[in-house]
């Protein structure tokens, strides 16, 4: 079966091209835009490839104008004109051509591809591509990146990604040079983890190639802002546990070691807290980090905002932040609710301690939780479980609560005996709707030490 589309004699072509110009071109290529009456592209461009335009032929410089581009192309066809869009490489490669796909009927269209640069600089230094990952920094200038970043950095894709894959090719920006990247890379403790090229200048007379740079050199380093990087692993990616983490795993407050949500509670709790791939998730009362540090790992396409007012208990979780090297988690220093309205509205929201705020973070929760989120607290004392429950019942909301009270196996001479935890109680509570437009309770669970 052939779903392609109708061969529309006037589509306009969009044209990959390289730094070398004309030279770059297939010949197809060539003859489109050399009769081409309306020609479309960056300003650069257009200068590398105006002597091979008709006599007359009109020009639009792009740069700044993108919204502009399928008004123009219209209106070329409109006109009966030959109209031709001008790209860096593979149009379809974070190119333009799915943009004009978009806007325009696909039938409009025919791509005449190019080389990618990234294919270009990965042949100069031989290294194999078909697994790598795409990444572009073609993003707002947002500085240099701080470990605990939120999503809106122009970096974040990048941090993320790094944690995933053994291979990645990068498009750069001016502002989001190799040099930063390479100190993002060392803010994120993997300056020893990967090896970087950088080809500068593909195709012109200055091209220059640095096959393998370490992070460190590459960090105090000045490059071309015509550039690509790519990135490899020195080492195999780790695999770490990302479900049932054991208690030992976190630092935790000394000399009151243990306060932290117990592994068998934290599970139970992670558990209903209904998290996916994406969810966004608020750790309020984060103490050591255990739950949102665990959530990050189980949320990797998602983002964990976790606030702790105890300045003791923040320290800690941000040694545990960076043991832990997930770039998905952002803490803060304060005390709920405050800060809270930065946030963006969440998934799933775990309150391990509400600083005598419990009942108005309940009812501020559950009114910033999207449809089918989930709320868990969990609590130690019946004070705060009798808050809780009042503070939902109020609220009309669905709620039902979970005792849970685990003993462990300890040594008493050649034998073992079992000694009985703490009970904890999990309040649960559910904005609908939920799978097949069921309502289901949604979760709440108290302890001041995440």
Not at 287 to 302: H, K, M, T, Y
Not at 318 to 336: C, D, E, M, P, W
Not at 367 to 386: D, I, K, Q, S
């Amino acid at each position: 079966m052939n779903d392609l589309p109708s061969q529309d004699p006037n589509r306009c072509r969009v044209i990959g091209v390289l730094d070398d110009g004309v030279a770059s071109l297939r010949a197809t290529a060539l003859a489109h835009l050399r009769t081409a009456d309306v020609v479309i592209g960056g300003a650069r461009t257009l200068a590398l490839l105006r002597h091979a335009l008709k006599p007359g032929a009109v020009t639009h410089d792009l740069t700044g104008q993108l919204k502009a581009v399928p008004g123009w192309v219209r209106a070329a066809r409109e006109a009966h004109q030959a109209c031709v869009v001008l790209a860096t490489g593979d149009p379809l490669c974070h190119g333009i051509a799915p943009y004009l796909a978009q806007h325009l009927c696909l039938d409009a269209l025919e791509i005449l591809p190019n080389l990618s640069t990234l294919q270009l600089a990965c042949a100069r230094v031989g290294l194999a591509w078909q697994d790598a990952r795409i990444v572009s920094v073609h993003a707002a200038d947002a500085g240099e990146w701080q470990r605990g970043a939120p999503p809106s950095h122009g970096l974040y894709a990048l941090a993320q990604a790094l944690r995933a894959e053994q291979r990645l090719l990068l498009l750069t920006s001016p502002a989001n040079s190799p040099d930063r990247i390479a100190r993002l890379l060392l803010a994120e403790g993997l300056g020893s983890d990967f090896h970087m090229a950088v080809a500068e200048n593909l195709l012109q007379a200055d091209e220059q190639v640095h096959a393998q740079l370490s992070p460190t050199d590459a960090a105090s380093m000045r490059f071309a802002e015509l550039n690509v990087v790519l990135l490899w692993r020195t080492r195999p990616r780790p695999h770490p546990v990302r479900f049932g983490l054991a208690d030992s795993a976190f630092e935790q407050r000394q000399p009151e070691k243990g306060l932290i949500t117990k592994q068998e509670v934290r599970a139970v709790s992670l558990a209903r807290l209904q998290l996916r791939a994406d969810s966004v998730v608020w750790d309020i009362g984060a103490g050591s980090g255990s739950v949102g540090l665990e959530a990050a790992r189980l949320c990797p396409q998602g983002h964990v905002f976790a606030i702790e007012k105890n300045e003791a208990d923040h320290a800690i979780a941000r040694r545990n932040h960076a043991a832990f090297g997930v770039s998905n988690y952002t803490l803060q220093h304060g005390k709920a609710p405050e800060g809270l309205e930065d946030w963006p509205d969440p998934d799933s929201v775990f309150i391990g301690g509400s600083g005598g705020e419990l009942a108005g973070l309940i009812e501020q929760v559950l009114r910033r939780l999207r449809p089918g989120g989930w709320l868990v607290m969990n609590f130690v004392t019946l004070e705060n479980l009798a808050t809780a429950t009042q503070a939902l019942q109020s609220l009309n909301a669905d709620w039902d609560v979970l005792q849970l009270q685990a003993a462990r196996s300890r040594p008493i001479l050649h034998m073992h005996r079992m000694a009985a935890e703490n009970p904890v109680w999990l309040v649960c509570a559910g904005v609908g709707p939920m799978g097949h437009g069921q309502t289901e309770p949604l979760v709440a669970e108290e302890t001041a030490h995440g």
